[in-house]
């Protein structure tokens, strides 16, 4: 082990200086070839002079050297004053050479020649120098990415969003600049140096996320555990057993997102005794949601509903299609409606009893959920599916599928007659799960017209896709980019922040002057941003979940609110920035778990 490592030392330095030397070189060969050019161009000139002279001689007529030059000059320029001309047939020859000299040499090599070896090569190295490869030593809490790939790019993005200092890890320059040239923050350097970290100031940073195939990812994890033995790394593994792996290397939590995600797809399917889905608790606090499909909900007002007095929980947000509202009393709810409520767990075990209703008297052994594609995300889903004793069908062209008890059905998702076989007429629910986008719309449209009353929810890999699959007739998408960036947020903000969604959040404030003393009514709170309160929790402990509208404030309460990102600028540009939050602060307080 010993003479490997140091042997891999060796071979990243000499890799390192032959790249320099090569940079080297190839900055002396443009300085070389265009000085060459240019001392060709000076002797010519000097030549064309000097026979200027001559001939001239030969008319009968004598100038100084700084005529002879001057003259050169016009005719290779192709300025020609035409004060200084020749009368004899010599002359004009020896005019037309140096005319068209000068036509060849300025107007054609002098431009290409500056641009290819002087002016390109300098805008090159004025590029290089924008690169940063160190961070300024009094950098603190920084997230640093190892890796470019959309996932890790949209990671990026959220992490700015919500003010966190984000650096994209590159290995090479041209992926850096493209990078900054997007407006993300990227650094330089080989991502499996220990020197690379020591530059980025891995000791004081929040964390490290590694994004990489789980090969490159374990030398990773050792080399930046290696430069800061108490830096929290967060790796995405592809296989499960890399896990163990990256976590002797030394990472402190590694996920297998496929399988996350594949575990919340299975949890939005709808089912007869189980319809409310958990997404975090704090303290006594639970947010969940729930689908308002085939439920004695649909067509209802949010008044009429009775959902607080039946239950206890409040609607705190509403889903319709990828759009999230605020609910009013006289808010409908859907078909495609999800509702979003807070409440303490019995609260929202009443409110699935309410949606759960309907079904006590269908068949317990209803038709199987569709899951169309069994890779890593469609075999997450079976799993989860079975735990929960739904029955499920996989459809997929791969033949020998390892899925356990789950039944496979081979064959094109789009086949009429496939599908048919696979139960598309009769199930309840149908799952899409490909890893390629443009696919599952394409399968989400071919669904919808075959069946417009069932469940669809799909997966998307990207975000910007995710308003698409919801206008394909999709009810629910999550996607995997979301995913993701909502378990790095969840852990580098336990206290501050609860990240449901891309879109969505759960954050808290400490009561200050401008709101002590005020009902949550008069506060204005919910018409100034568009935010809904949750919980209060004041400094002697206790908390109350969902408010009264005549809830009084207090001066050190800390209020947990739920909104989007833009409802969250609003909070700070009306009510300011939690002080006790952002200096880190933190004072005793539940804290969130995720359910991802």
């Known amino acids: 082990m010993g003479g490997g490592a140091g042997d891999r030392i060796v071979l990243k330095s000499l890799a390192s200086v032959l790249t320099n030397l090569i940079h080297i070189r190839e900055t002396q060969d443009h300085q070389k070839v265009f000085t060459h050019f240019l001392l060709v161009l000076v002797v010519e000139i000097a030549v064309f002079s000097a026979l200027f002279h001559w001939i001239m001689l030969y008319e009968g007529r004598e100038y100084s050297i700084i005529t002879g030059v001057y003259w050169t000059f016009t005719v290779m320029s192709t300025l020609g004053f035409g004060d200084i001309t020749f009368t004899s047939d010599l002359g004009r020859i020896f005019s037309i050479i140096v005319l068209v000299s000068g036509i060849v040499f300025f107007l054609i090599l002098l431009p290409f020649t500056f641009i290819q070896h002087f002016y390109l090569p300098w805008m090159e190295r004025q ?25 890790a790019l949209n990671l990026s993005e959220t992490l700015m969003r919500y003010d966190m200092k984000a650096y994209l890890l590159c290995s090479d320059m041209q992926t850096a600049l493209q990078l900054l040239s997007q407006g993300y923050k990227a650094v330089l350097g080989e991502h499996d140096d220990k020197e690379t970290y020591s530059k980025l100031h891995a000791e004081t940073a929040a964390s490290l996320v590694v994004m990489d195939t789980d090969i ?11 430069a800061a033995p108490e830096l929290p790394i967060v790796a995405g593994v592809e296989s499960l057993e890399a896990r163990d792996i990256l976590r002797m290397a030394g990472c402190s939590r590694c996920f297998h997102f ?16 189980h319809r409310v889905s958990v997404l975090g608790h704090f303290g006594r606090l639970v947010i969940a949601e729930a689908p308002v499909m085939r439920t004695p909900l649909a067509g209802k007002t949010l008044l009429e509903s009775g959902i607080r007095h039946d239950t206890g929980v409040s609607v705190v947000g509403v889903w319709e299609r990828g759009a999230f509202s605020l609910p009013r009393p006289d808010t409908t709810f859907g078909r495609s409606t999800v509702l979003m409520v807070a409440g303490t767990e019995e609260q929202v075990r009443a409110f699935n009893s309410l949606l759960s209703s309907t079904d006590q008297d269908m ?12 890779g890593r995300v469609g075999l997450a889903v079976a799993r989860s599916l079975s735990r929960r004793g739904i029955n499920a069908l996989i459809v997929d062209r791969k033949q020998n599928i390892d899925a356990g008890s789950t039944p496979v059905v081979c064959g094109d998702a789009s086949d009429l007659s496939l599908m048919e076989k696979a139960g598309i007429r009769t199930t309840p629910t149908i799952i899409v799960t490909t890893h390629d986008d443009d696919a599952n719309i394409y399968l989400t449209i071919y669904c919808r017209s075959l069946r417009p009353d069932v469940q669809i929810i799909s997966r998307a890999s990207l975000d910007r896709n995710v308003n698409g699959l919801h206008l394909a007739g999709a009810d629910l998408v999550l996607s995997l980019a979301s995913l993701v960036s909502a378990t790095v ?28 003393g005020m009902s949550l009514a008069r506060s204005g709170i919910r018409g100034n941003t568009r935010c809904s309160v949750l919980a209060v929790h004041c400094p002697d402990g206790t908390s ?8 009084v404030l207090a001066r050190g309460d800390t209020i947990y609110l739920i909104g989007d990102n833009h409802a969250q600028t609003l909070y700070r540009k009306y009510y300011g920035i939690d002080t006790d939050v952002e200096a880190g602060e933190l004072r005793k307080e539940p804290q969130w778990k995720s359910v991802v």
Not at 265 to 270: H, K, P, T
Not at 363 to 374: H, L, M, N, W
Not at 493 to 513: C, D, G, H, K, Q
Request: glycine share 6%; charged share 20%; proline share 7%.
């Open 127 to 151: 590029k290089k120098e924008m690169v940063p490869r160190r961070l300024p030593d009094s950098i603190r809490g920084h997230v640093l990415i190892a890796g470019t790939n959309p996932i």
């Open 216 to 226: 490159r990812s374990a030398n990773i994890v050792f080399s930046a555990h290696e």
């Open 258 to 273: 496929y399988s996350l995600l594949g575990e919340a797809l299975a949890r939005r399917v709808i089912h007869p005794s």
């Open 363 to 374: 068949d317990a052994r209803q038709p199987a959920t569709i899951i169309i594609g069994g």
């Open 489 to 516: 947020i969840n852990l580098l903000s336990p206290n501050r922040l609860l990240m449901l969604n891309e879109r969505l959040s759960v954050f808290r404030s400490t009561v200050s002057e401008n709101l002590a």
């Open 544 to 551: 109350h979940i969902n408010p009264e509208a005549g809830y």
